[in-house]
């Protein structure tokens, strides 16, 4: 059903911008290319069940950890650069990452490669039994997100995004947390990969190029970087937008890329961050409210 594969859609972009709103968001570090882990995880699914013979219940964490793996050696480069750098570097593994996938035959090169659809105790998966698997996955990590604010890793992460020397004079490494903000965004990306690989049949380098990251990260900025709520919100509107406005559905990276701009330049709050607009209607509609009781 086309409700339930627009569903999927957003399930798929949510958890994408949860996870980069933990490397970006909470650790304050600048990642551009979130979608070459999204790849990796989708393309390390596909061999594995394609290939391998693995079912998809082992083949999922497995996609996460390889991204994860992955995104603690950028982890490790970003303890050495920092701000623009990181993410003119970030931008430069995405095209390695795409690249790769392009032209080496083990991924299928331009061809792509076919994907068996998941089977758990013979059951075959539809798109019924992916979204309630996104659903779950959905729910796990708000609630790890959700808790992350008050816990002492988002703690310690929050001191790194605000100020790493005075962090570290409290005793917090800035590196570990670095490293570790990269593995935990980087382990959900290569999830959601996997997930994505599965639902849609088949794959090609052309599905995790940089576009892709950009429009993760506006769900992102739209909402509110280092909000928990934020990303969803960014998510769900930027992924409905080109179903109810077709019309410019052509010119998606150019409205994303604009819209990028105008959030950084007038709202870099995003609609539900601290001090953003909505939030001041918000709280300014409930005090008259609580006023006129």
Do not use: C
Not at 234 to 258: N, Q, W
């Amino acid at each position: 059903m086309y409700e339930q594969v627009v569903a999927i859609n957003i399930g798929l972009a949510m958890l994408l911008a949860m996870s980069l709103n933990i490397i970006t968001g909470f650790a304050g570090q600048p990642t551009l290319g979130h979608a070459a882990f999204y790849g990796i995880g989708a393309y390390t699914s596909a061999l594995l069940t394609a290939k391998a013979g693995w079912p998809f219940l082992l083949a999922l964490p497995a996609a996460g950890l390889v991204a994860a793996v992955v995104g603690v050696l950028l982890g490790l480069f970003s303890v050495r650069v920092r701000e623009d750098f990181l993410a003119v570097t970030t931008i430069g593994i995405n095209f390695v990452v795409v690249a790769i996938f392009q032209y080496v035959e083990l991924f299928g090169a331009s061809l792509g490669l076919a994907v068996p659809k998941p089977v758990l105790f013979g059951l075959r998966f539809g798109n019924t039994e992916i979204l309630i698997l996104l659903v779950i996955l959905n729910i796990l990590v708000y609630l790890f997100i959700r808790h992350l604010p008050t816990s002492w890793l988002g703690l310690a992460l929050g001191g790194v995004r605000n100020e790493e020397d005075a962090a570290a004079s409290l005793g917090v490494n800035p590196d570990h947390y670095k490293v570790f903000a990269f593995g935990i965004g980087t382990f959900i990306a290569g999830m959601t990969g996997s997930v994505y690989a599965h639902f849609m049949g088949f794959i090609s380098s052309s599905d995790f190029a940089f576009p892709v990251s950009v429009g993760v990260l506006s769900m992102a900025v739209l909402g509110g970087l280092g909000t928990v709520s934020g990303p969803l919100l960014g998510a769900v509107i930027l992924t409905l937008s080109p179903e109810v406005f077709r019309f410019v559905s052509d010119y998606r990276m150019l409205v994303y890329g604009g819209l990028l701009v105008l959030m950084m330049r007038f709202q870099p709050q995003g609609l539900i961050g601290d001090d953003s607009f909505l939030r001041r209607k918000w709280i300014g509609l409930f005090s008259r409210g609580k006023g006129g009781e």
